[in-house]
T-cell receptor, first 114, second 111 residues
């Protein structure tokens, strides 16, 4: 079975802190994605990556950056956390670069910024 | 820009009832459509994926249909059980496997 893990289930940070959210997948998938989920807005794509060191902006990249130094790991970085970044963050991966395929999701990280 | 709508937003049914969840999308140029399940506070679990060339997919008590030309999909759940209680999300895949999600239907199956 595909397994996607996220470093924390719950995280509380203060405004202005630098925040790292880590995601690891164990099935050699090429694609990895970061979403945030908010009530009434659904899931929105922040960034995605087709390959190591490759990244593309999603629908809401402002205030975020990403890093993919190894194929299995995709990190989401909040350079200076703000209260409007309080949300549930979900990581996903899929097998084939550039092709439509099932996305497998991690359990999510609920981030609260005070 | 692709927009995905799910109706109803919430649904409560007695155990054993058959039910239909609806999903509509504005741009018919899709690669596939996926249905996911999300339990409270958890990640998403893929239920069914329908390629753009297909009309339906079945898995156990679940059947999903796709009418690309009209921009609609339905998820049919037969003989509902309390364990089916969850939020069901529809998502359409555009270029590069980017998914656009609906806001979901929250289902409660009561004993």
């Amino acid at each position: 079975d595909v397994k996607v893990t996220q470093s924390s289930r719950y995280l509380v940070k203060r405004t202005g802190e630098k925040v790292f959210l880590e995601c690891v997948q164990d099935m050699d998938h090429e694609n990895m994605f970061w979403y945030r989920q908010d009530p009434g807005l659904g899931l929105r794509l922040i960034y995605f990556s087709y390959d190591v060191k490759m990244k593309e902006k999603g629908d809401i990249p402002e205030g975020y950056s990403v890093s993919r130094e190894k194929k299995e790991r995709f990190s989401l970085i909040l350079e200076s956390a703000s209260t409007n970044q309080t949300s549930m963050y979900l990581c996903a991966s899929s097998l084939v670069a550039g092709g439509p395929d099932t996305q497998y999701f991690g359990p999510g990280t609920r981030l609260t910024v005070l | 820009k692709q927009e995905v709508t799910q109706i109803p937003a919430a649904l409560s049914v007695p155990e054993g009832e058959n039910l239909v969840l609806n999903c509509s999308f504005t741009d018919s140029a899709i690669y596939n459509l996926q249905w996911f399940r999300q339990d409270p506070g958890k990640g998403l679990t893929s239920l069914l994926l329908i390629q753009s060339s297909q009309r339906e997919q079945t898995s156990g008590r679940l059947n999903a249909s796709l009418d690309k030309s009209s921009g609609r999909s339905t998820l049919y759940i037969a003989a509902s059980q309390p364990g089916d209680s969850a939020t069901y999300l529809c998502a359409v895949a555009g270029g590069g496997n980017k998914l656009t999600f609906g806001t979901g239907t929250q289902l409660k199956v009561e004993l």
